[in-house]
Structures are given as C-alpha cells and as structure tokens.
C-alpha cells in the first residue's frame, strides 16, 4: 500500500508570488490534514478535510487555503508569500479523522527569498 | 482548548542507557493520546498510541509509555536505546470539544542524541 505522498519536495520562491503544494493520501483514506513545521513555532495546524468538505481551521491568516477532490487528494495554497512562510509543509491522512493515527508524508520545504 | 508540554527540548544519553522523554498536557475534554518520532528530512511516524483501555501501551522499537490521567502525562520510556534511536520525538493530543471536530495539537519536541 503506497503511503502519503507530497508533491514537490523542495520548492524556492520569491516574497509576494503564490505557491501550491499537493498532497495524495493513503488509499481508503477520507481525511486529510496539514501542518506547518518550523524551528520555533513546532507543528501547528493548519486545516483538515474530510469528504471534499473542511472540518477544521487552524489560526492561520486567510493567505492560507486548502481544498479536497473527489479521490481525496488535497491542494493547499499560499498566496502573497512572506519570509515567515519558509517551512515545512506536512501533510497526514487517516480513515476519519484526527482521533485515528495519522500517517504523515515526508513533506514539502519551501524556502521563500 | 488542548495544549501540550513536552518539559525537555533536549535530552542526551549514552547507547544501552534507559530513557525518559516526559510529556504533560491539558484537555477539558476526554483524549486521544500519541507519541510520533520524526527523522531527518522526513515526515513523522507513529510510535504508539493511547485509545482507551490499559494505561500502558506499548509501541514500536521497543518503546512504551504510560497515560496518568490524574497527573494528566504520557511519558514515553524506553530501557535500552541504540544509535538509531537519535530523532525528534514528538508528544500529541487529540480532542473534541462541543460542536467542533477533533484537533491534533503537538508539543514541541523532544531531541533525542544517543552517544556511543
């Protein structure tokens, strides 16, 4: 069984263009969330997406978007990109929800110049 | 609201030594409770979980921790590390509130260094 998988792994970009990264979970799998990891602020939540419809929000500016397909697949997207946005990106996915074990893909790492 | 506190951000230790990584959080609600390890330039990886029933769970690699629901921690244990233990440990609770769906909230890490 394929895992997660996160497309691109590593991305640069300039202050003020947008950027979207893409994200296929587990076979099976309704439930897709993400998360951005840095050095001082640790892994904070951005959203989850549950059946193309989002179940929960993180306290993220509204620069912050995300979507589901149909085949569960999601997109998030950062528009007007700051310095700040420099992270890694994680995306996870379950059966139902964040009260299941989630199973985490290895990650976006944008670099904003 | 949940949050969760990892009380070391770092902690050495030499190769065969037991380990501790201590975790504490706060919930007005009922938890789930879960211990993910993350490795370099990777994504994290579930070490074990607490769902309901025995206090003590048990994991991959030979870890395991224990849910003190009076003392509200997780503290995750291991008797022997190896090398390939040295990673990020991560603490994270699982909650829901009212009307709202659960969240995942993490700590902010544990960064294990196993010496030779």
């Known amino acids: 069984k394929a895992g997660v998988t996160q497309t691109p792994r590593y991305l640069i970009k300039t202050r003020g263009q947008q950027v979207t990264l893409s994200c296929s979970p587990i076979?099976?799998?309704?439930?897709v969330s993400w998360y951005q990891q840095t050095p001082g602020q640790g892994l904070q939540f951005l959203f989850e997406?549950?059946?193309?419809?989002?179940?929960n929000k993180g306290n993220f500016p509204g620069r912050f978007s995300g979507r589901q397909f149909s085949n569960s697949r999601s997109e998030m997207n950062v528009s007007t990109l700051e310095l700040g946005d420099s992270a890694l990106y994680l995306c996870?996915?379950?059966?139902?929800?964040?009260?299941?074990?989630?199973?985490f893909g290895d990650g976006t790492r944008l670099s904003i110049l | 609201a949940q949050s969760v506190t990892q009380l070391d951000s770092q902690v050495p230790v030499f190769e065969e030594a037991p380990v501790e990584l201590r975790c504490n959080y706060s919930?007005?609600?009922?938890?789930?409770l879960f211990w993910y390890v993350q490795y370099p330039n990777q994504g994290l990886q579930l070490l074990l979980k607490?769902?309901?029933?025995?206090?003590l769970v048990k994991g991959i690699n030979g870890f395991e921790a224990e849910f003190n629901k009076s003392q509200t921690s997780f503290h995750l244990r291991k008797p022997s590390v190896h090398i390939s233990d040295t990673a990020e440990y991560f603490c994270?609770?699982?909650?829901?509130?009212?009307?709202?769906?659960?969240?995942?909230?993490f700590g902010k890490g544990t960064l294990l260094t196993v010496n030779p």
């Open positions: 919930s007005s609600v009922s938890v789930y």
């Open positions: 607490y769902l309901s029933g025995s206090t």
């Open positions: 997406y549950f059946s193309e419809t989002q179940r």
């Open positions: 996870a996915s379950s059966q139902t929800g964040p009260n299941q074990p989630q199973h």
């Open positions: 994270a609770v699982s909650g829901h509130s009212g009307g709202s769906n659960y969240k995942l909230t």
């Open positions: 076979s099976g799998h309704r439930s």
